[in-house]
């Protein structure tokens, strides 16, 4: 009677919910590297690379724990090329009894899983993914009758559930938040400690060349190629980051500057999101440097928020919200994104800059994300299927569970704020006040309009005053359309012109 263990590539977890509870010796574990995942959208090369390297390692590490590993290579001439074909094949193969598995993170893999019991005739459990600190129904449960979805509210109840940097029922600081004191602008002429680097090894190398020579066509640079695709040394990372980086992290967590891809940044999110790190572990290892006085507390709490608050909600509204969830667009944006989000080939140096740095690393972080290239789809108008469709390419961290509440939500606000207040626009001060990028740009920030106008500010105004009928109302907005109000018909006028030309000329590149 032998249990078949499908393993997806971002279960990575030696405590997966199915490999806990199954007997190693009447048990098969089926990894699989198919084509479909591959191209359901043309993934950075990073991404494929990172993933296919870590799962081959992990199946590696099972096999050495004892675990007999059926392991399906995408160049096997016998690969099926899907989920659904591997999966019929194995039970075949291995004349299975029964299949375990853990609940895939996107509804398109999910409706694969709850197929296979038909596909194969054998019985199928689906169990509940349990690394992560809420449980689904426990979101849904807690969801339920509000009025509105406050991510704030929910991180104050995983703080008591879980303990993180509580004394006793209050918080530690004698405050939940401290994101006011984690908005300073990058400082100049700093030295920032550069992030570990982690040389690839056989398996590794193997795994590049066929990624070179199977996905050349894809976005985004393959080499240098430095991930950690291991547990050790994800756990090296953290203790790097812990050790070098935290205390700084919340100081300067939303600063950009040109030439630094990293700053304090941990750049552990690709780690937990396939698996190799879990999320308690990285959030009681921040606690534990606060704890021993070797971080500020703005730091652990600002780090700590991300995982357990932000991590957690956005999860949490990816099952609330539903397979459907993708194709909303509140704000009835069409436009299409411009080819420079590829190339990186515009004058407007803040994009210029974070399109750079995705196509290098297929990592940007968050403020480079929202603010830069989120904001100015949205500011464009951009569908938001297909900045929705490029997030999932470019990055190498993006899964629908995480990234669709992301974009949809907090970047495009098209689900009319279901995840944020607000729309998250701004226009070039912003950008000019948390970066130096605008010094390297050839448009004048302080200009609204004008040849030499940045982009952002006609784009911004033109926003709020073309949405007017949909946003007017919203409490957190009034004071921007009282800026707006306090123009002049004739410069209110120009301004739309402005961005009514800017936004013509980027939808007819060849006019």
Same mark, same amino acid.
Request: cysteine-free; charged content about 20%.
């Given at each position: 009677m032998t249990?078949?263990?499908?393993?997806?590539?971002?279960?990575?977890?030696?405590?997966?919910?199915?490999?806990?509870?199954?007997?190693?010796?009447?048990?098969?574990?089926?990894?699989?590297?198919?084509?479909?995942?591959?191209?359901y959208v043309r993934h950075h090369k990073k991404k494929i690379a990172f993933l296919f390297a870590a799962m081959r390692h992990f199946a590696a590490e099972l096999r050495a724990a004892g675990w007999r590993v059926d392991y399906v290579r995408l160049d096997d001439p016998a690969n099926s090329g899907s989920f659904d074909g591997e999966i019929a094949r194995a039970a075949r193969t291995h004349t299975a009894s029964r299949i375990v598995t853990v609940e895939a993170g996107e509804w398109r893999v999910i409706a694969m899983q709850q197929g296979w019991g038909e596909l194969t005739n054998l019985p199928t459990q689906i169990l509940a993914d349990d690394r992560f600190l809420s449980r689904r129904d426990g979101f849904l449960a807690w969801a339920d009758g509000r009025k509105?979805?406050?991510?704030?509210?929910?991180?104050?109840?995983?703080?008591?559930?879980?303990?993180?940097?509580?004394?006793?029922?209050?918080?530690?600081?004698?405050?939940?938040?401290?994101?006011?004191?984690?908005?300073?602008?990058?400082?100049?002429?700093?030295?920032?400690?550069?992030?570990?680097?982690?040389?690839?090894?056989?398996?590794?190398?193997?795994?590049?060349?066929?990624?070179?020579?199977?996905?050349?066509?894809?976005?985004?640079?393959?080499?240098?190629?430095?991930?950690?695709?291991?547990?050790?040394?994800?756990?090296?990372?953290?203790?790097?980051?812990?050790?070098?980086?935290?205390?700084?992290?919340?100081?300067?967590?939303?600063?950009?500057?040109?030439?630094?891809?990293?700053?304090?940044?941990?750049?552990?999110?690709p780690l937990l999101n396939c698996g190799l790190l879990l999320p308690l572990e990285v959030c009681t290892a921040a606690e534990a440097a606060w704890r021993a006085g070797a971080v500020p507390l703005n730091a652990a709490e600002g780090f700590i928020r991300q995982i357990l608050g932000w991590r957690e909600f956005v999860r949490g509204i990816h099952w609330l919200a539903g397979p459907d969830y993708p194709a909303r667009n509140h704000l009835a944006a069409t436009a299409d994104l411009p080819d420079f989000y590829w190339t990186g080939d515009t004058d407007m140096n803040c994009l210029r800059q974070s399109v750079l740095a995705t196509k290098r690393n297929a990592h940007a972080h968050h403020i480079q994300r929202l603010?830069?290239?989120?904001?100015?789809?949205?500011? %464009?108008?951009?569908?938001?299927?297909? %900045?929705?469709? =490029?997030?999932? %390419?470019?990055?190498?961290?993006?899964?629908? =569970?995480?990234?669709?509440?992301?974009? %949809?939500?907090?970047?495009?606000?098209?689900?009319?704020?279901?995840?944020?207040?607000?729309p998250y626009a701004a226009g070039g001060a912003y950008i000019n006040r948390m970066s130096d990028y605008c010094r390297g740009c050839r448009y004048d920030v302080k200009a609204r309009t004008g040849a030499d106008a940045c982009p952002f500010n006609s784009l911004y105004w033109d926003f709020l005053a073309r949405h007017r009928d949909v946003l007017g109302r919203n409490h957190r907005l009034l004071r921007m359309y009282d800026g707006w109000d306090r123009f002049d018909t004739d410069e209110q006028q120009r301004i739309r012109t402005q961005a009514e030309g800017f936004r013509h000329a980027l939808a007819n590149p060849a006019a």
């Open positions: 249990v078949l263990l499908p393993v997806l590539g971002d279960q990575l977890s030696a405590s997966l919910a199915s490999l806990r509870a199954a007997d190693p010796a009447a048990s098969i574990v089926l990894m699989m590297e198919v084509a479909d995942e591959t191209s509105r979805l406050v991510m704030e509210d929910f991180y104050r109840l995983m703080r008591r559930q879980t303990g993180l940097l509580m004394a006793g029922k209050d918080p530690e600081g004698g405050r939940w938040n401290f994101d006011a004191e984690n908005r300073k602008p990058p400082p100049k002429g700093h030295a920032f400690p550069p992030p570990p680097r982690f040389a690839p090894d056989a398996i590794t190398a193997e795994v590049l060349a066929l990624v070179q020579a199977r996905f050349a066509d894809h976005y985004g640079d393959l080499e240098p190629f430095d991930y950690p695709v291991t547990r050790a040394d994800a756990l090296r990372a953290l203790d790097d980051f812990i050790a070098r980086r935290l205390a700084s992290f919340g100081d300067y967590q939303d600063a950009m500057l040109s030439g630094e891809d990293v700053l304090y940044h941990s750049q552990l999110s603010m830069v290239l989120g904001n100015f789809a949205m500011l %464009i108008g951009v569908a938001p299927t297909q %900045i929705h469709e =490029w997030f999932l %390419i470019v990055y190498d961290d993006a899964y629908e =569970w995480v990234e669709t509440p992301n974009v %949809i939500g907090m970047s495009q606000f098209a689900d009319g704020g279901m995840v944020g207040t607000k």
